[in-house]
């Protein structure tokens, strides 16, 4: 079987995102049987490596494309990192805390948010979650602030506007599902997406982008989905990223990513 390489997102596509965060015995059966099949799997996820979880590195990946292509580590050898300049950093929070707009920072090896300002339940189940897990957690007003990239709240209002004036002269604004009067943002920076690590990681390889496949539920995953040369997308999928795939599969709990893997005949 001729080897290829696979890049699977992480939440809602290996593990549940109804707060169980279970991985599918499917799931973990197809991936073990993808490497013995010769094929390369990697992780490419929006998540920074830091809350990249044990569970999921146990699974046997040869490596991690973190924070939508702003890190990665390759037979756990760190072989890309962009952080963001802290003085852009600082300006960020400062606009966010001017607009009163909610945001978990995420770094590498930390994660932040300005406690001045309204901790939703979203926000809040994050940063209990995360304490829980003993991540270190900092707040933007720290000497060491910083952020790779982050996830916000904003109001749908004159206020975002002036949000993405300012941020989309550096960074890329991803909607990522707006609930009533709050748009929901992935911020990244310019230049990097799950597309750029997964072009990275091939080149470095030398393995041809025909020989890549990419499997993915939500709009952050987009860029991974559109760059391989085969894609398929969880059951369930938001419509914009159904029209992007191969196929659309089952539903996770419903052996979906185990089903697409054997359709693409990986395994």
Same mark, same amino acid.
């Given at each position: 079987?001729? &080897? +290829?390489?696979?890049?699977?997102?992480?939440?809602? *596509?290996?593990?549940?995102?109804?707060?169980? $965060?279970?991985?599918?015995k499917s799931t973990?059966?197809?991936?073990?049987?993808?490497?013995?099949?010769? $094929?390369?799997?990697?992780? %490419?996820?929006?998540?920074?490596?830091?809350?990249?979880?044990?569970?999921?590195?146990?699974?046997?990946? +040869?490596?991690?494309?973190?924070?939508?292509?702003?890190?990665? #580590?390759?037979?756990?050898?760190?072989?890309? =990192? $962009? &952080?963001?300049?802290?003085?852009?950093?600082?300006?960020?929070?400062? !606009?966010?805390?001017?607009? &009163?707009?909610?945001a978990i920072f995420?770094?590498?090896?930390?994660?932040?948010? %300005?406690?001045?300002?309204?901790?939703?339940?979203?926000?809040?189940?994050?940063?209990?979650?995360?304490?829980?897990?003993?991540?270190?957690?900092?707040? *933007?007003? +720290? %000497?060491?602030?910083?952020?790779?990239?982050?996830?916000?709240?904003?109001?749908?209002?004159?206020?975002?506007?002036?949000?993405?004036?300012?941020?989309?002269?550096?960074?890329?604004?991803?909607?990522?599902?707006?609930?009533?009067? #709050?748009?929901?943002?992935?911020?990244?920076?310019?230049?990097?997406?799950?597309?750029?690590?997964?072009?990275?990681?091939?080149?470095? !390889?030398?393995?041809?982008?025909? =020989?890549?496949?990419?499997?993915?539920?939500?709009?952050?995953?987009?860029?991974?989905?559109?760059? /391989?040369?085969? +894609?398929? /997308?969880?059951?369930?999928c938001p419509p914009?990223?159904?029209?992007?795939?191969?196929?659309?599969?089952? *539903?996770?709990?419903?052996?979906?990513?185990?089903?697409?893997? &054997?359709?693409?005949?990986?395994?």
């Open positions: 079987m001729e &080897k +290829s390489i696979l890049f699977f997102d992480i939440d809602g *596509t290996i593990v549940s995102e109804d707060g169980r $965060h279970i991985i599918p973990k059966d197809a991936l073990k049987q993808a490497r013995e099949n010769g $094929h390369i799997i990697m992780v %490419n996820t929006g998540r920074t490596s830091l809350i990249v979880d044990k569970n999921v590195r146990e699974l046997g990946f +040869s490596g991690l494309i973190c924070g939508c292509g702003t890190q990665i #580590i390759l037979d756990d050898k760190e072989i890309l =990192r $962009h &952080k963001n300049d802290a003085a852009k950093c600082r300006e960020i929070a400062d !606009l966010f805390e001017k607009l &009163k707009i909610s995420e770094g590498a090896d930390q994660m932040g948010y %300005n406690k001045d300002l309204e901790i939703n339940d979203e926000l809040r189940s994050m940063i209990d979650l995360f304490e829980q897990m003993n991540y270190r957690m900092i707040t *933007t007003d +720290s %000497n060491d602030f910083y952020f790779d990239k982050l996830f916000c709240w904003a109001r749908d209002d004159e206020s975002f506007e002036e949000f993405e004036s300012v941020l989309s002269k550096d960074f890329g604004i991803i909607r990522r599902g707006d609930t009533g009067i #709050i748009r929901r943002c992935e911020v990244v920076p310019k230049g990097y997406s799950k597309a750029t690590g997964m072009e990275f990681v091939m080149k470095k !390889l030398g393995i041809p982008r025909e =020989r890549s496949f990419a499997f993915g539920d939500s709009t952050n995953d987009l860029p991974m989905l559109e760059y /391989a040369a085969h +894609s398929a /997308a969880m059951g369930g914009d990223v159904a029209q992007k795939v191969e196929f659309v599969t089952d *539903t996770l709990y419903n052996d979906g990513l185990a089903n697409a893997m &054997k359709r693409f005949k990986l395994i």
